[in-house]
């Protein structure tokens, strides 16, 4: 067997690979034995069908079988030990720019074509990328809302008789019809009310002073406002929201009041366990970190992405793209093949844009990872699972050895499906990455509060 190259283009090249009798024909016999002991047929022993009547039923299926692992193999190998950079796969060349030659019903002699498409050759330059990372501040709005919903969460609760402006409502919802009846067919499902949530102050006041058992008729789309949170409430999607009626009917089957909690140090190792908290100050001051780390999440989400827009855009190098849109109609056929729907013949312009870019960006990422270093270590996940997703449980940081043994068997047990590690990966790397881009970019950092943030996420997402 041999394989030799040649060039086709400055990222695409040919291989020819030549095969004699000699490299298949004891591969096609071993396989064809196997097949013998296998066959069954009237009149014959089992395992004594005679090898001409095998090799005549089987003979040419096994021998294409067999040449194509070795002109896999053969291809894997040779790329391997020539370490050659390639993109996607091998292809065949078509019979109009290289004729293959080679007959399965009478074999000798085989010689084939395949297509290479091969990694262009490219620097990077982190410290040319200009960045902006993005600091929402919380305002003192917020820190006093979180306030009253902390003290609220470890509030004390009751069941009052009558409904207050602050109490919640457990019940039941029924949709109208015209005349004010319970739709026939309509809407009908449990959930709560909280009185204090309701858009206007005139249909707060219909609930305020009814009892358990009593019925409140109302305009629910003029209650709550937000499509999200009705559908949600309603559970139905949000465009079948223009077709329920105006009115439903509510009848409270129960009455939550909760006293806020007084802010002091009971208050404050409740709602931060581990913290040192002694007085308001610090107490503000923990809230606002809590409110600053949700967004940094979202704000370090926005620096990965606008850095790697940038990274694609300032890296210049070009690609095979003839080849890439062969290779990915070859392999979105294959797929169509095994879930034996209709095959393509083409990509639409957007969608290989698309391709092309994500492709840049994992030539660049690995580029990336290699040159400064970008290691991801098994711990790291491990850590990831104890810090990050452990910690919302149960304090991960305890002493005794019966805790640190039912942590360790939590974080094994999660680490058991692939599809969680492999997007916990994700997320881990792209923490890596965020970190090295803030060390090694021309970073700014701006303040700003949350309508702003929110403002400027709106603006990227009309631009897309």
């Not at 102050?201 to 009892?211: M, N, V």
């Not at 606002?288 to 827009?309: A, C, M, P």
């Not at 580029?367 to 970008?374: N, S």
Request: aromatic share 8%.
């Amino acid at each position: 067997m041999n394989i030799t190259r040649e060039p086709k283009g400055e990222l695409s090249a040919y291989l020819k690979l030549e095969l004699v009798p000699q490299d298949y024909e004891g591969k096609v016999a071993e396989e064809l034995k196997n097949y013998r002991k296998k066959v069954t047929m009237h009149g014959f022993r089992p395992g004594q069908v005679p090898m001409g009547i095998v090799k005549k039923m089987y003979g040419q299926a096994v021998l294409m079988d067999q040449i194509n692992k070795i002109v896999a193999e053969s291809i894997t190998n040779y790329i391997k030990e020539n370490k050659i950079d390639i993109l996607g796969h091998a292809l065949p060349v078509p019979e109009e720019e290289k004729k293959s030659e080679y007959d399965f019903e009478n074999p000798g002699n085989f010689t084939m074509w395949f297509e290479i498409g091969l990694a262009p050759e490219f620097s990077i330059d982190l410290a040319g990328i200009k960045t902006t990372a993005y600091h929402v501040v919380a305002t003192d709005e917020q820190i006093d809302k979180h306030q009253e919903s902390i003290c609220r969460r470890y509030g004390v609760v009751s069941s009052p008789e009558t409904a207050g402006a602050a109490d919640t409502l457990g019940g039941e919802l029924f949709e109208l019809d015209e005349e004010g009846n319970i739709k026939e067919g309509g809407i009908n499902t449990k959930t709560s009310i909280a009185i204090d949530l309701i858009a206007l102050k005139t249909i707060q006041k219909q609930f305020i002073g009814k009892k358990v058992g009593d019925t409140v008729d109302f305009e629910i789309q003029k209650a709550f406002k937000n499509k999200a949170d009705l559908s949600s409430m309603l559970n139905i999607k949000e465009e079948e929201l223009a077709n329920i009626a105006p009115k439903f009917r509510f009848r409270i089957d129960s009455i939550t009041h909760v006293e806020p909690a007084v802010p002091g140090e009971d208050l404050y190792a409740k709602a931060y366990p581990g913290v040192e908290i002694k007085d308001e100050t610090a107490f503000r001051e923990q809230m606002r970190k809590e409110i600053e780390g949700y967004y940094k999440q979202h704000s370090d989400k926005k620096l990965f992405v606008d850095t790697v827009d940038k990274i694609i855009d300032n890296t210049k190098f070009d690609l095979p793209m003839d080849f890439i849109k062969r290779w990915v109609i070859s392999e979105t056929n294959r797929e169509a093949e095994e879930k034996k729907q209709e095959p393509i013949n083409d990509i639409p312009e957007e969608e290989l844009k698309q391709i092309e870019r994500s492709l840049r960006w994992d030539l660049i990422q690995n580029k990336i990872t290699a040159q400064y270093e970008v290691k991801l270590e098994m711990q790291d996940l491990r850590d990831f699972y104890k810090n990050r997703v452990l910690a919302q449980y149960f304090p991960v940081n305890a002493e005794d050895e019966e805790s640190k043994k039912r942590i360790e068997a939590f974080i094994d047990s999660m680490m058991k499906n692939e599809e969680e590690v492999k997007r916990v990966y994700d997320m881990v790397f792209e923490e890596k990455l965020t970190a090295l881009f803030m060390e090694k970019t021309q970073m700014e950092t701006k303040d700003v509060n949350m309508d702003e943030f929110v403002a400027i996420l709106q603006k990227d997402g009309t631009k897309k």
